[in-house]
């Protein structure tokens, strides 16, 4: 007998093995029975740049590199998308592969995520069901297939004759388990694959391999318990503000005064005082560095009191913004169309009614509790090692190749649990990655930069804002003739690293009219906020986009790819949020001018049954009066609290979700307070029940919260907010009553997004409801007891 | 000027070194490598840091270090046995503090980043007020900030704990 290496089709992979003569016939019936169809088909076209396979990249494009299936029958599992904690990714995707190996559970016992040198695909952080899990179903149906043939050739039994059960497959009467298989060693199955893992949406994996129909899933499903869980609960976890390497030193950066001033001169810092602390600048990058963290913390204070930058004010301010926005340049970027059906303009003449208004959401901030830390690593050898937490290490990895001008292979982004981002750092960066390798590179040791709670607020990317004019007409029977909406905001996806614009160093290009591909820095603004009201004849919606606030233009300002601005960024739900608030109130105040209970009017502009399904769920969960708003009760004046009801509904990433609150508002004081919260939402197929309630009321949570507390405060020279009690968010205090109403629907054969979505649909909600408390329609954001006070007066 | 100093966390006498004001937090972190207080804003505004001193719940980041000498610290690791000591109890630390294990079960934590605080809270909370309303968790908690937005499951966590700690077992 000799060695042979045999290579078989599985569908499209390719599975390497080396074996001996005998019995290799068997092996490729076996094989190649499964190996024929359109996956094999598509995967041809898949000649694509695959990462080497070095030591600090994994080759991607074998399946050992997703999963190890070890002798004993336990998995490894490794992702190169992360945790991001709303709702536990590396659970849901666990289960996911679970079902699709046909494995229990608790047969995956490791999960690695997210370090760029032993997790393969990079990816986002987010969209988790319809961006990652896709991938995951893939290498897993590959995998089994390629056991099936392994087992069948094993076994000497066709596949057709095989059955699976917990990692043990049987058939003639005998049975052998993955773990025997595979023998401990690697599987050697190339996986077709195609994109660039440092991407935004990282790598995707090719092919049509047979995966298990949905409504098969029994992993999926259940409630099973986050696996991140634990060790935070009993302080084991490791967050990246816990790593200490050898001969670290701790650094605090004394971030500019004005978001576009430059340095000119550097202070000193007494030596007595700060006998180890050292000064380090590159360009507009200021730092303090000492090995005892406290010190550069009091030294960073006093260094920033002592440098002088130049002045600048190239921001409107946010209590100028609406006007400010009015006079931004849209027309230079693409305007974009949403839904856009019959002729709006020209059904507004034959309405009997006709409503106009203006819907204005502020800059928001993701604000987590946790400000932005990491550690840059610059090795003798040229290697940089970076860690961090954020949403996407691999896309983080390219950023710090390009600024400092580097193989992207030269660099290790190494992954620890950390604050949510909700969206801020899915381009890769978080803020402090790129001056801690800076910083790193200069000294030659090991730098932990920890932003301080005022540079998380004042130098982190924002939500940006959104100014909505929509007109739409009733008939004479109180149905929509015709509904348009004009959205304006500026840009929504710069991920440019501060430290490297500040240092003058090689970023990725800034936000522009054509975007390099891949890329989402479009200045052009999408409509994401699908219309549901299929039954309204004439619809159009448009979107304006224009640059950064305080960035300046390309047209009018040189340096713009290198200013700084007020850099716009996806937050969770985004353009989403600030769209669904005007469309989801101007739906209300249309069921108000037309008489009609709001939740009814909603139902009767639809077809869409799902819709139709959540919307009846919360009325009837919430104890809903059906009538037409405002309340009977109404009242503008006194200090007794008047209660409204109010609901909301949203379509996205292919889950329905309706929504009822009730409020309290006190006319004399303009207090707001929300008292229940009903959601209803469809997924499709529920990956873990549990989760999806835990994900969505929280969700719940921060909508609430943007709806009556949060506004980023900025003045002409930057962000004026600075905590928490310049920047509130919603207590614990303030938070309603809760209740969220899973519909389980597997008939629609998909798993929904459910991680964002209530942030999005609450704020209106609200609104509705304070308006059926008062007769009054609050059409901005958030609603502050001044601002409502003003409402009442007005 | 560093000073050595002694500080008792978790039953255990520590020596360090570190200047008078430095803030607890860093000298549990950077010099006893306790990772269960955690820096949110450094102002005493968000609860990330909480640890307990003689029972009370403070913040680590605003705390002096000097402040704490010959009182007794207790981190979110040292809860267990905090929780066996009140039941007086010889036996060895149980794994984990009734609330721990009621943060498990009703699946608080989404990132949790926040939630040492909240569990250090309310172990101070439970420490007097033995069976919590709703509104008594509220305003225990109300200094604490969750951005993930988890307060209904920790309202419905700490209720659990009571209910467990109340039976002693």
Redesign the interface.
């Known amino acids: 007998m000799s060695a042979l290496e045999e290579t078989v089709d599985v569908f499209g992979a390719t599975l390497t093995r080396s074996r001996f003569v005998k019995g290799a016939g068997a092996m490729v019936v076996g094989l190649s029975f499964v190996g024929t169809g359109a996956g094999a088909k598509a995967a041809t076209g898949s000649e694509i740049p695959l990462l080497p396979g070095t030591a600090h990249s994994p080759n991607v494009g074998l399946s050992d590199a997703w999963f190890t299936i070890h002798a004993d029958n336990t998995i490894t599992m490794r992702t190169g998308i992360a945790e991001?904690?709303?709702?536990s990714a590396s659970t849901a995707f666990a289960q996911i592969a679970a079902d699709e190996l046909n494995v229990p559970y608790s047969a995956i016992t490791e999960y690695v995520m997210g370090d760029t040198d032993r997790t393969p695909g990079g990816g986002i952080a987010a969209g988790f069901m319809f961006l990652g899990a896709p991938n995951i179903r893939k290498v897993a149906a590959y995998i089994y297939q390629a056991l099936l043939g392994m087992a069948s050739t094993q076994l000497g039994v066709p596949v057709a004759s095989l059955t699976v059960k917990d990692g043990v497959v049987s058939g003639g009467g005998k049975s052998v388990t993955y773990g025997q298989l595979v023998g401990g060693k690697a599987l050697n199955l190339s996986i077709p694959v195609s994109g660039d893992p440092t991407s935004f949406l990282g790598l995707t994996v090719l092919g049509n391999p047979p995966t298990k129909p949905m409504s098969q899933y029994q992993v999926v499903g259940r409630s099973i318990?986050?696996r991140?869980?634990?060790t935070?609960?009993?302080?084991?976890?490791?967050?990246v503000?816990?790593v200490?390497l050898p001969g670290m030193l701790h650094a605090r950066v004394v971030h500019p005064p004005a978001l576009g001033a430059k340095l000119v001169s550097v202070g000193q810092l007494d030596k007595k005082e700060f006998p180890n602390a050292q000064v380090v600048t590159k360009g507009n990058l200021v730092a303090v560095l000492d090995p005892?963290?406290?010190?550069a913390?009091q030294a960073a204070s006093i260094l920033a009191g002592k440098t002088k930058w130049t002045s600048w004010s190239g921001l409107p301010g946010s209590g100028n913004l609406f006007t400010a926005m009015r006079s931004f340049d849209y027309a230079s970027a693409p305007v974009l169309t949403g839904v856009n059906k019959g002729n709006a303009e020209a059904a507004f003449a034959s309405a009997a009614t006709r409503l106009s208004a203006t819907y204005e959401y502020p800059v928001e901030k993701h604000?987590?509790?946790?400000?932005t830390c990491a550690v840059g690593d610059v090795r003798p050898d040229g290697t940089i090692y970076v860690h961090m937490h954020g949403q996407n290490p691999s896309m983080l990895r390219r950023e710090i190749a390009t600024m400092m001008n580097t193989a992207v292979d030269n660099v290790v982004v190494r992954w620890y649990?950390?604050?949510?981002h909700?969206g801020r750092s899915n381009g890769g960066n978080t803020g402090a990655e790129e001056e801690a390798v800076i910083l790193s590179s200069i000294v030659g040791k090991p730098v932990r930069v920890?932003w301080?709670?005022a540079d998380d607020m004042q130098w982190s990317t924002v939500g940006p804002p959104e100014l909505s004019d929509v007109v739409a007409g009733l008939d004479s029977n109180g149905k929509i003739v015709a509904f348009r909406v004009n959205h304006y905001s500026t840009a929504g996806q710069d991920d440019r690293p501060v430290g490297a614009l500040l240092a003058g160093l090689p970023t990725m290009p800034a936000p522009a009219i054509s975007p390099p591909p891949g890329s989402f820095s479009g200045i052009s603004h999408g409509i994401s906020d699908p219309w549901m009201y299929d039954q309204v004849p004439n619809a159009l919606q448009k979107g304006f986009g224009t640059w950064n606030m305080g960035q300046g233009t390309p047209k009018t300002d040189p340096g713009y790819e290198q200013n700084i601005g007020l850099r716009g960024h996806s937050m969770r739900t985004p353009g989403q949020r600030q769209q669904n608030f005007a469309h989801e109130s101007m739906m209300s105040e249309l069921a108000a001018a037309a008489k009609v209970d709001p939740i009814q009017f909603r139902i009767d502009h639809t077809s869409a049954k799902r819709l139709v399904a959540v919307l009846n769920a919360v009325k009837e969960k919430s104890g809903w009066e059906t009538r037409p708003s405002p309340s009977p009760k109404a009242a503008t004046t006194g200090e007794k609290a008047v209660i409204g009801q109010g609901c909301s509904a949203m379509l996205r990433s292919n889950t329905y979700w309706a929504c009822a609150v009730k409020v309290s508002v006190v006319p004399k004081t303009g207090k707001v307070q929300v008292l229940n919260l009903v959601t209803a939402v469809d997924p499709g197929t529920v990956v873990n029940p549990?989760?999806l309630k835990?994900?969505v009321?929280?969700?719940?949570?921060?909508g609430v919260?943007e709806a009556l507390r949060e506004q980023l405060v900025f003045n002409r020279s930057g962000i004026v907010s600075r905590?928490?009690?310049t920047f509130p968010?919603?207590?614990?205090?303030d938070?309603p009553d809760?209740e969220t109403v899973i519909i389980e629907n597997p008939s629609v054969g998909d798993i929904g997004g459910a991680g964002e979505g209530p942030n999005g649909f609450v704020p209106a909600a609200i609104a509705n409801a304070i308006f059926d408390a008062t007769g009054k329609q609050p059409r901005r954001l958030p609603f502050t007891p001044k601002y409502v006070r003003t409402l009442l007066n007005g | 000027m560093a000073s050595k100093l002694k500080i008792k966390v978790n039953g255990l006498v520590h020596s360090v070194t570190?200047?008078l004001d430095?803030?607890l937090l860093?000298v549990l972190?950077?010099e006893l490598?306790?990772?269960?207080p955690?820096?949110?804003?450094?102002?005493a505004?968000?609860g990330?840091c909480s640890v307990l001193l003689d029972g009370k719940e403070i913040r680590s980041c605003v705390t002096p270090v000097a402040a704490v000498s010959g009182k007794a610290i207790t981190?979110?690791?040292g809860l267990p046995a905090l929780w066996a000591k009140e039941r007086g109890t010889t036996a060895s630390a149980p794994?984990?503090h009734p609330l721990?294990q009621a943060?498990?079960e009703q699946?608080?934590?989404?990132?949790?980043?926040?939630?040492?605080g909240m569990?250090i809270q309310a172990a101070d909370l439970l420490s007097t007020t033995r069976n919590p309303s709703k509104l008594q968790?509220?305003?225990a908690?109300?200094?604490?900030?969750?951005?993930?937005?988890?307060?209904?499951?920790?309202?419905e966590a700490i209720q659990q704990a009571a209910r467990t700690m109340a039976k002693g077992v």
């Open positions: 991001m904690g709303q709702g318990p986050m991140t869980i634990p935070i609960v009993s302080g084991q976890a490791t967050f503000g816990d200490r005892s963290e406290y010190a913390i604000a987590p509790i946790g400000p649990d950390g604050s949510g909700y920890q301080m709670r549990r989760q835990r994900m009321e929280g969700g719940a949570v921060m919260s905590d928490w009690v968010i919603l207590r614990i205090m938070v809760i | 570190a200047s430095t803030p860093y972190h950077n490598h306790l990772h269960g955690r820096f949110g804003c450094g102002l505004q968000c990330a981190t979110l690791e794994a984990l721990q943060w498990i699946q608080v934590p989404q990132c949790g980043y926040c939630q040492n569990m968790i509220k305003q908690l109300n200094g604490h900030l969750c951005r993930c937005g988890t307060y209904t499951a920790i309202i």
